[in-house]
């Protein structure tokens, strides 16, 4: 955790500096039983790479807006950190229609089609994988992101202050992202390095997002990310935090 960081991406880059091989992000999804675990150097190569897609070959450039139709998953926050290394905005369950690119899970690519701008499609497969079959009309994640750079550097500085992220009809700047993810670390319980918070609350909202990446982010933790929580056999949870040395559970409250 640096002082002078001033964007999400400056965050990544301090946890990167400071201890690549530990945990960030540790994702569940109980419907499928799937588990990936991302240290802070792998994680940082699936946003370089989504970044060197967003610039180099959709052609996005600051202030772009990409349209986020996706759930809380450890691909969505790839993007969210892709694109604030850009400098575009990321706007979360956002309208397609209006949208410069829009990334869509599975079960939203019909609303993503009123994007006429580029379509990326998320199979949201284990393991990263690909559709079976690529949907009429989009580009597949999957299949793009493998022959990206590993190393990502802006064209143009990003700005701090310029729009990054809009979540639940909310427009936060990078540096509101940062001052707010560290401001509300204490009330979600992340007291430095080493707090490991578990969350199962969607990304659809400030809150499910600070839990879910953010929070832990600026604060040198890492996130257990569970989809699908509901679908969880009895005891699993109680299992989980013990297996996973969870410091602290996220509890939804509403979005402030």
């Known amino acids: 955790m640096n002082a002078t960081d001033r964007t999400p991406a400056d965050l990544l880059g301090s946890a990167l500096a400071a201890d690549p091989g530990r945990p ?43 349209a986020l139709l996706l759930p809380a998953h450890w691909q969505t926050a790839v993007w969210l950190l892709a694109c604030a290394s850009v400098g575009v905005v990321a706007d979360v369950s956002g309208e397609a229609r209006t949208a410069d690119v829009v990334v869509s899970g599975p079960d939203r690519l019909e609303e993503a089609r009123a994007c006429s701008g580029s379509r990326i499609a998320m199979a949201l497969r284990p393991l990263g994988g690909r559709f079976p079959q690529v949907p009429e009309g ?7 992101v493998p022959g990206q ?90 299992k989980r935090v013990e297996s996973e040395r969870v410091t602290v559970i996220a509890r939804g409250t509403a979005d402030r």
Request: charged share 20%; aromatic share 8%; with cysteine.
């Open 24 to 66: 960030l992000v540790t994702f569940y999804d109980d419907a499928t039983g799937e588990r990936v675990e991302l240290s802070v150097a792998t994680f940082a190569n699936w946003v370089a790479k989504t970044a060197n897609l967003l610039q180099d070959e959709l052609s996005v450039e600051p202030g772009d807006r990409v």
């Open 138 to 144: 989009f580009t597949d994640y999957a299949v793009e």
């Open 149 to 238: 750079g590993d190393r990502f550097v802006p064209y143009a500085p990003v700005d701090p202050e310029g729009p990054a992220l809009i979540v639940a009809g909310r427009e936060f700047s990078g540096a509101e992202v940062v001052e707010r993810a560290r401001a509300e670390a204490t009330e979600l319980g992340l007291t430095g390095p080493g707090s490991r918070i578990l969350s199962g609350l969607p990304y659809d909202t400030w809150d499910g997002l600070n839990a879910g990446l953010f929070g832990p982010l600026a604060t040198g933790g890492s996130v257990v990310l569970c989809r699908h929580l509901d679908q969880a056999g009895a005891g699993v949870l109680d």
